[in-house]
């Protein structure tokens, strides 16, 4: 057990300390934020008033909330991956350096080498993820706080279950790579290109039917609308208070994929949790089967 | 098994596909010697110690080190080994402790045991100041230091170093085996060397040779050198023209005529049979750098094989 809580300590440390790899980590947040400022606030905004019936009057707080919460969920869905995979790098650079071959000269098991990346990257995307996560509850409460006390223990648990599934996902590609190259290969795919497939960059209802279809395959696409949910949950809690009709609401919950359908059948919030946790124990099981046929095949 | 033979590698074989990189290779390392393995880039060596660090399997054969077998028991075996690699392989973005510490952790040794252990490693090897330094940031010697300081870290009872001072300055190189021979005196160790130096190699107690996956010579370096090189003796200020009537191959060499002969005998003989020739002079053996020659028509400088 010290071994696997020493090894663990070992890859924490070296992600925190590679200045390189955190900033690497933190690429897609902060391009999302740039995005942001840039035209996708606006975008966000005009989207909303365009599903609003004419002659509704909103306040801007319900705006803000609304414009902030799909800004942070998209935020919190993509870090949790994108950090997950740069993190879970180290296992490719201990390749690539020979750190691997060093730890391997000693008894250490392979099973536990490969529980240390994996514990060591849950908790290294966790520290950073919980920190973006603080980061957009504090740009709520600025801009448009509508979260309960329930809301923010569900989106910390979304966290949770979003970095298992990003660490798993990436454990088990990364077991694949063995060069720098590929490791930037990679990386530029999953930070340019998870955002897009998950829904975070751009609303699922503005893709075609095809494309639509074919990411309700992908259990990061649930991942993210569960965040989505839990953030913008309130806001359209408080819309219904204060006399948005239902469909009003609706409209604007499907615009942002707080309603997916699966081939024109809504989704549960129950079914997105029983995804992304099948895809989490699915995925588990897949990295320890890999692991354990690479051991035999090593002997 | 023998009771002195600490490392036993029978008939092994390893092939990469359609590369046969080892092949029927037998060899022993007996308790407490310098042992030296040598060969060109791809001659075996690397696949050879790959597999007795349970790195990769062999296709057959046997490995016995410090009497587990390789089949049986893989994590004693690793329990035994302490390895330096060529290139350093330790996280430069830790410091000196960090490393030891994580790498130690490996073996079980941790808490107090692993801070008596440090204690002892920095004390051996002289890095005590450099504990809170990243690794990173040391000189190419110190992080050698700290390369044998990992490798000894569970106390092996042998240490493979793997072209252990390949790229290192000769001040460096000649620390490092101040400190590999103070190991070998305090704590009996046994040294497993590959290195492409053959004044390295000459001090070694016996000495292997690979070529082609397959051995073609071994001995020490005494052995090696009776039977694949010849004596030489250069002479000083001696008439070329009469030395080269002598009848042995000869040959200018930095002022002197070197003359070569089969043996020290012919050498003691020749100078006896020709006492106004042989004023100034003096005998000496062919060199490792000959034996290799002899034994594989290449030759090894820094790496490659010419």
Redesign the interface.
């Known amino acids: 057990m010290?071994?696997f809580?020493?090894?663990t300590?070992?890859n924490i440390?070296?992600f925190l300390?590679?200045k390189g790899m955190v900033f690497t980590s933190l690429i897609t947040p902060l391009i999302l934020l740039v995005l942001f400022a840039t035209f996708l606030a606006n975008v966000y905004r005009d989207t909303f008033k365009q599903n609003l019936p004419e002659g509704f009057e909103v306040s801007d707080k319900i705006i803000s909330g609304l414009v902030g919460g799909e800004l942070c969920s998209s935020l919190i869905a993509v870090s949790c991956v994108t950090v997950a995979f740069c993190a879970n790098f180290l296992m490719v650079q201990d390749k690539v350096?020979?750190?691997r071959?060093?730890?391997?000269?000693?008894?250490?098991k392979q099973s536990t080498l490969a529980l240390a990346y994996y514990a060591a990257t849950v908790i290294s995307t966790l520290v950073i993820c919980l920190i973006a996560t603080a980061l957009c509850f504090v740009y709520l409460a600025i801009t448009g706080w509508f979260l309960t006390f329930a809301d923010v223990m569900l989106i910390l648990s979304d966290v949770v279950i979003l970095t298992l599934f990003g660490t798993v996902l990436s454990a088990i590609i990364n077991t694949f790579l063995s060069s720098q190259g590929q490791i930037t290969a990679v990386g530029t795919i999953v930070s340019a290109g998870y955002g897009f497939i998950c829904g975070a960059y751009m609303p699922l209802s503005q893709f075609g039917a095809v494309v639509r279809n074919a990411v309700m395959f992908l259990p990061g696409t649930y991942g993210t609308s569960l965040v989505r949910n839990h953030m913008m949950g309130g806001v359209f809690k408080e819309m219904t208070d204060i006399g948005f009709p239902a469909e009003v609401v609706k409209g604007i919950s499907d615009s942002v994929d707080c309603n997916l359908y699966f081939f024109d059948k809504s989704v549960s919030i129950g079914v997105m949790y029983a995804v992304m946790l099948a895809a989490v124990a699915l995925l588990v099981g897949v990295y320890v089967a890999i692991n354990f046929i690479r051991g035999k095949k090593?002997? | 098994m023998d009771s002195e033979k600490i490392i036993e590698i029978r008939n092994l074989n390893k092939t990469y596909k359609d590369v046969h990189a080892v092949r029927d290779l037998s060899f022993s390392v007996r308790k407490g010697e310098l042992f030296a393995f040598l060969g060109v880039n791809g001659a075996g060596k690397s696949t050879t110690i790959s597999i007795m660090c349970g790195k990769i399997s062999k296709d057959s054969g046997s490995v016995i080190i410090n009497g587990a077998d390789a089949d049986g028991a893989p994590a004693r075996i690793k329990s035994s080994l302490g390895v330096v690699f060529q290139n350093s392989a330790l996280d430069k973005h830790l410091t000196v402790y960090d490393n030891l510490q994580s790498r130690a952790a490996l073996y079980g040794i941790t808490g107090d045991n692993f801070k008596a252990r440090f204690k002892e490693l920095s004390e051996l090897l002289h890095f005590a100041d450099l504990s809170k330094r990243s690794l990173g940031k040391l000189s190419g010697g110190q992080r050698r230091r700290i390369d044998i300081a990992r490798a000894l870290v569970h106390k092996p009872e042998i240490l493979i170093l793997d072209e252990p001072t390949t790229g290192l300055d000769p001040q460096t190189r000649k620390l490092l085996w101040q400190v590999v021979s103070d190991l070998r005196e305090r704590e009996g160790l046994t040294v497993f060397l590959t290195t492409h130096y053959m004044e390295e190699a000459a001090d070694a107690d016996y000495v292997v040779i690979l070529d082609g996956g397959k051995k073609v010579a071994e001995g020490t370096p005494l052995e090696l050198k009776n039977a694949y090189t010849h004596d030489y003796i250069n002479v000083y200020g001696g008439d070329t023209a009469k030395l080269t009537a002598l009848g042995y191959p000869c040959r200018e060499v930095g002022g002197a005529v070197r003359i070569s002969v089969p043996d020290t005998a012919h050498a003691a003989a020749l100078i006896a049979e020709h006492r106004e020739l042989f004023t100034d002079f003096e005998i000496f053996k062919g060199n490792m750098d000959d034996v290799f020659l002899a034994v594989t028509g290449k030759e090894l400088t820094g790496g490659e094989a010419l």
């Open positions: 010290s071994t809580l020493y090894l300590k070992r440390k070296l300390k590679d350096n020979g750190a071959d060093d730890l391997l000269t000693s008894p250490v090593a002997k």
